[in-house]
């Protein structure tokens, strides 16, 4: 697989994108099995579109460089990703603010806009500031946390709900840690992830409470 790469910078003017480039609609067969982007050069360019459309539109400053195919690395060790959006300059920390609300946001755009299923997410990644790796880091952290907590008292412990790259990410964090196991659990949105003493994941989990209305996250 090539590397493509695009760049872009928030002071300059990018070429335009036509409107109507959305895929036709494919069958429901596609989503019983993860399938690459077809088209590497055409997403990337889709993506760029948009981003130079917030900083035109939306006032952003925003420079960005898109890497795909063998070019593309996710920050958070995902080896599925197959387009990386690393963004870079003055408004960054408008990104990552709250728990990277808007980091998250754009990439779930941009997952519609390439008309990925919620299964094929972790194929495209974006990042700022190494906000990624930082929170992989602190991930790691709670992991150990969890996995002690589960030892000392032999009981599993079940973390809020999250969509499932966020679930991926967590088994990996707990993959190099002894005596646990983990498991996903719950349907849809209410899907979650527990960690169980390593042989006994037939315990009986206990659901994480849902938090009550709207809150900001931290």
Known sequence: MSRIGVMGDGGKKDSEIPGNSGPASRPALRYWFVMPIDDLQQAAQKIAGLLANLNKLGGLRLKYRITAGDGAQ???GLDRSQLNVELAGPDVPLVTQYNGELLRAL????AQILRLDQREQDLLSFDAGNFKALQLAELKQRAEIAA???????APYAFPPTNSRERRLMHMAF???EGVETASSGEGQDRFLAVFPAGKTNLLVTPPVKPRGFERRR
């Open 148 to 154: 002690d907590k589960v030892i000392r008292t032999g």
């Open 107 to 110: 990439e779930t755009i941009s």
């Open 175 to 177: 993959k190099d840690i």
């Open 74 to 76: 996710s920050a958070e």
